[in-house]
């Protein structure tokens, strides 16, 4: 008899950890549960969806490569692979530049922010990022990090835009944080002083003339 045909493989997911379940759909051309044994995927039975016309089932992979099996009634048997990425490496996060260089800014002025940011997957090759933020004063006083160069990112920012407004004076820290696609994440922070006092004057007088104090 004719063997099965494993004609689609296909998950929820294919970008994750090595301890992430992912959901597999498999199609064999022209097969149902009545016409075959088991179909499996890693070792783990699937079940036939009459809805999805495939057969469904979770696995937690723990190699890149999903090995899938179809055997029909006769025990003719068909094979396939299929790939996924696995990545359970944080990104770097290095290098972070600000342009004011002494650190002290007002909270209008706009600055440029740099950060080196690299992510691997477990074998080594480029992974995906899919959040580069900086962050002030609160989750949702942040500005996207767009790439430059290769793996530099840069945004300009400045203390309003990270929530810390005009009348705001003090030492603060922003922050970096980088997430892939597999959920790993890595933060950094930098300080900064915010700075909106403007320098004040006194009038003082000596021996009739008069004088002026600056302080800033």
């Known amino acids: 008899s004719t063997p099965p045909s494993i004609t689609s493989i296909s998950f929820n997911d294919s970008y994750i950890g090595e301890e992430d379940p992912i959901t597999v759909d498999i199609v064999v051309d ?7 044994n088991n179909v499996t ?7 036939y969806s009459d809805a999805a016309n495939a057969w469904v089932g979770t696995i937690t992979p723990d190699t890149e490569t999903i090995n899938v099996k179809a055997v029909d009634r006769a025990r003719n048997t068909d094979t396939d692979t299929a790939q996924i990425t696995l990545d359970d490496q944080a990104p770097t996060i290095a290098n972070l530049t600000y342009e004011d260089t002494d650190n002290i800014s007002n909270s209008e002025d706009l600055f440029n922010f740099d950060a080196d940011i690299t992510d691997e997957t477990n074998d080594g090759a480029d992974g995906n990022l899919s959040t580069k933020y900086v962050y002030g004063a609160s989750e949702n006083d942040k500005i ?43 933060t950094k922070t930098y300080d900064v002083t915010i700075d ?3 320098p004040f004057t006194n009038d003082l007088n000596f021996d009739g003339k008069d004088s002026i104090w600056v302080n800033n």
């Open 41 to 47: 995927a890693d070792g783990t039975n699937l079940s």
């Open 196 to 198: 909106n006092t403007a």
């Open 144 to 186: 996207q990090l767009i790439l430059e160069t290769s793996s530099t990112y840069d945004a300009e920012v400045n203390g309003s835009q990270l929530g810390y407004p005009t009348s705001f004076n003090g030492d603060v820290q922003y922050t970096v944080k980088a997430v892939d696609e597999a959920g790993n994440q890595e």
């Open 30 to 36: 022209g097969e149902t549960d009545e016409t075959l």
